[in-house]
């Protein structure tokens, strides 16, 4: 990894860039000494000391004092460690039906967390922001000493980019709701949001089973199939912010009719409701999917097809997408995670028979299943104004 920018940039912009660096990786990674810092951005350990004392100086960071090896020979190693009650971000996740209000550390650790049921009288996007704003003045009156540096919030619904429009939320019954500018006028500061399945995605990539990974696409299971890729690191957002519908990419064009008008989309497939449907064609009286997946693990032969079938157009999907955009890694979450499981031969019967690249772009399937995956995502886009520019902590954001 270089962390020297271009021969042109000032000074101040290597000095921002080096410190982005490096504060992104404590904040990900924990604790570090100087010398591991040294060798993990390429700088000598001279500009390392003075970029930490920079950090510390932020209030961000603090460095243990020496501790000798053990037997007190050769250089002692500072640590270097983030302070996560220096600053925190607020993380609210508006799922389907409840939503979650969580104040998170640098570092990643929920200081403190708020969390209630959506019902019909509180379910629209005003009703939801009446009851965030209480549960964001709670939190932050709990961390009085802690500077908040951003909010991030998770909506099951496309949202258009940059405006933030939550533009169709089917399961919230929300349509073109400003929700993002209604929770920022509130609060007089401003919100970041972002499609649940995105953030789940982001949250894999920074802190889950595919930490680290350039090129991966994350396939989330629920009520309906979405997901959301990373492409060299960074997630593909489209013109309008609209990429990663993969579960309405079309199978079969004579295929079963999916609610999006479309026929034969992965979610006719391998959506909760199609397994559930094909279940009962097939016999079984089965209403929720973990006691599918138990039965077909213990051996049942039909439900063991049930899942297999499911699991051969879910690799059938993945096929096209490995074909497209050629990632290291796909992760299957949600109820999807469980079918990788439990039928992993069929994922990839279905994957191998599509791809055109087999054998020349090995892929690694992995089971997502980081917690509170939508709310770590938001956490994460709220922290990046910080992590992009740590220099520039505690001076007015200009207007926007
Ligand atoms: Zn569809």
């Known amino acids: 990894m270089r962390t020297v920018g271009p021969s042109a940039a000032r000074p101040e912009q290597i000095r921002r860039h080096n410190l982005s660096t490096l504060l992104r990786h404590l904040h990900l990674h924990g604790q570090v000494s100087r010398s591991e810092l040294a060798s993990l951005t390429g700088l000598n350990r001279s500009t390392i000391g003075g970029l930490v004392g920079d950090l510390v100086d932020l209030g961000v960071v603090s460095q243990r004092s020496p501790t000798r090896n053990s037997k007190g020979a050769g250089r002692p190693a500072y640590v270097v460690v983030a302070r996560p009650r220096s600053v925190h971000v607020v993380a609210v996740d508006v799922d389907v039906d409840s939503v979650q209000v969580a104040a998170v550390g640098l570092g990643g650790d929920v200081l403190g967390r708020v969390r209630w049921q959506l019902h019909d009288g509180n379910r629209s996007a005003t009703a939801v ?116 519908e993969l579960g309405h990419m079309s199978l079969q064009a004579d295929g079963p009719l999916c609610h999006c008008g479309n026929h034969g989309c992965v979610e006719e497939y391998v959506g909760e409701a199609a397994i559930l449907r094909s279940a009962r064609e097939a016999g079984l009286e089965i209403s929720a999917l973990a006691t599918l997946f138990e039965q077909a693990e213990r051996g049942d032969a039909v439900a063991g097809e049930v899942v297999a079938t499911a699991a051969r157009w879910f690799g059938r999907g993945l096929a096209n997408l490995a074909n497209v955009l050629n990632p290291e890694a796909f992760v299957a979450s949600g109820h999807l995670a469980e079918v990788l499981r439990v039928a992993e031969p069929s994922v990839r019967e279905g994957l191998e028979r599509g791809m055109v690249t087999i054998g020349r772009a090995p892929i690694t399937l992995l089971q997502g299943g980081i917690r509170d995956a939508s709310l770590v995502g938001a956490a994460e886009l709220a922290f990046e104004e910080l992590l992009a520019a740590p220099d520039l902590l505690g001076t007015p954001r200009p207007a926007s």
């Open 129 to 244: 922001v009446d009851d965030v704003v209480p549960a964001i003045r709670q939190l932050t009156a709990s961390l009085p000493h802690s500077h908040r540096v951003g909010i991030g919030a998770s909506v099951p619904a496309m949202v258009a980019d940059p405006s933030g429009l939550a533009v169709y939320a089917p399961n919230l019954d929300w349509s073109d709701e400003p929700f993002g500018e209604l929770l920022g006028d509130r609060l007089n500061e401003p919100v970041l949001i972002g499609n649940d399945a995105d953030l789940a995605t982001l949250a894999e990539q920074r802190r889950g089973v595919a930490a680290g990974l350039r090129h991966v696409v994350c396939v989330l299971g629920r009520v309906g199939v979405g997901g959301g890729v990373i492409v060299d690191g960074h997630l593909l957002r489209g013109a309008r912010g609209y990429a990663g």
